[in-house]
C-alpha cells in the first residue's frame, strides 16, 4: 500500500498480483465497454474490501472494552484479515479483465466510538450497521454475481469470498441475539434512533447506484455494476432480512426506515401512501426516484 500524499491514500496490488496471476478464459469475448463496466466494479470492489479490513479491526479495541468473549474477538481478527484477502481476490480480477490493480481508497473513517453511550451499547451500534446491514447486504450481492459468473475462476473467487461474507454477516445476527438480555427498553430506544441516520446514509448512497445504466447480461456474468439491479438488491435485502431481523430483537428498524426514507427525500413513483408492510413483499426491479 501506497501514500501519495497526506489526504490521498491508494492502493496498488500490481506486485502482489504479479505473484498470484489469476486467468479468466472467455473474457475476450466481451466488448471493450463490457469489459471495462467489469474492471471499473472490480476495483472499486478491491478498494472496499480493502477499506472494510479497518472497519473490523477498529471493533476490536471496543469489544474488548464492552467485554465481549474472548472467541469473538479473535473471530473479528480473522474477518480483517479476509477482507484484505478479498482485497488481493478482487485485483486479481481487475488484471485478469485487463486492468492495473490500482486505485484510490474510500474515506478511512475511524469506526464511530459513541462515547456518550456504554461500551455495550456502541459495539452493538457499530455491529448493527456493520454486519447486520452491510454484510447482509454483500452476501445478497456477492451471492447473484457468483450465480451469474459463467466463468469457472470467478465462480471460484466469488464464491470464496462469499462464504467469508456469510461469516461476517452471521456474526453480527448471532451477537445481536446474545446481547439482546443485557439490552434495556431504552437502549433500544437509542439504537433505533441511530438507525434513522445509518438508514438514511446507506439510502443515499445506494439511491446514487441505482442512477447508474443497466449492465448487458455478459457484463453483468464478469459483474459488472446495473444501477437497477443494485437498488433492487439493497431495497429487498432491506426490507426481507435486515429489518425484520432486527425488529424480531425488539428494535425498530422499521420505524427507522420510514424515517430515514423521507428524510433522504425517495418517494415511491405511485405515491408516498404506500406502507412498508407492502412493500416487504415488493419483487425486484422497481424503480424508486426522489
Ligand atoms: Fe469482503
Ligand atoms: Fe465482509
Not at 466494479?41 to 476490536?60: C, D, I, N, P
Amino acid at each position: 500500500m501506497n501514500v501519495a500524499g497526506p489526504s490521498t491514500p491508494f492502493v496498488d496490488l500490481r506486485e502482489a498480483v504479479r505473484k498470484h496471476p489469476l486467468a479468466l478464459p472467455g473474457v475476450e469475448a466481451l466488448s471493450t465497454e463490457e469489459r471495462a463496466n467489469a474492471r471499473e466494479h472490480w476495483r472499486v470492489h478491491m478498494a472496499a474490501e480493502l477499506a472494510s479490513a479497518r472497519v473490523f479491526s477498529g471493533l476490536v479495541p471496543q469489544m474488548m472494552a464492552a467485554g465481549l468473549p474472548f472467541e469473538d474477538v479473535r473471530d473479528v481478527t480473522d474477518m480483517a484479515r479476509q477482507e484484505i484477502e478479498h482485497g488481493l481476490a478482487s485485483a486479481r480480477v481487475v488484471a485478469a479483465l485487463g486492468g492495473e490493480p490500482i486505485s484510490a481508497l474510500p474515506p478511512l473513517d475511524p469506526v464511530p466510538n459513541h462515547e456518550r453511550f456504554s461500551p455495550l451499547e456502541a459495539v452493538i451500534r457499530n455491529v448493527i450497521s456493520i454486519s447486520c446491514c452491510g454484510e447482509t447486504l454483500a452476501v445478497a450481492v456477492i451471492g447473484a454475481e457468483r450465480d451469474r459468473a459463467e466463468i469457472a475462476p470467478l465462480r471460484e473467487v466469488l464464491t470464496n469470498i462469499l462464504a467469508d461474507e456469510v461469516g461476517h454477516a452471521r456474526f453480527g445476527w448471532r451477537l445481536l441475539r446474545d446481547v439482546e438480555p443485557a439490552m434495556d427498553s431504552a437502549m433500544k430506544r437509542n439504537i433505533a434512533a441511530y438507525l434513522v441516520a445509518v438508514f438514511e446514509r446507506d439510502l443515499r448512497v445506494m439511491k446514487r447506484y441505482s442512477d447508474a445504466p443497466e449492465a448487458s447480461f455478459a457484463a453483468l456474468a464478469v459483474g459488472a455494476s446495473d444501477g437497477p439491479l443494485a437498488w433492487s438488491t439493497f431495497f429487498e435485502t432491506m426490507t426481507t432480512v435486515t429489518i425484520p431481523g432486527l425488529e424480531r430483537s425488539g428494535i425498530a428498524a422499521r420505524w427507522a426506515f420510514e424515517k430515514a426514507w423521507s428524510r433522504a427525500g425517495i418517494v415511491p413513483l405511485w405515491g408516498r401512501t404506500r406502507s412498508l408492510d407492502k412493500l416487504g413483499t415488493t419483487p425486484g426491479g422497481e424503480r424508486w426516484d426522489a
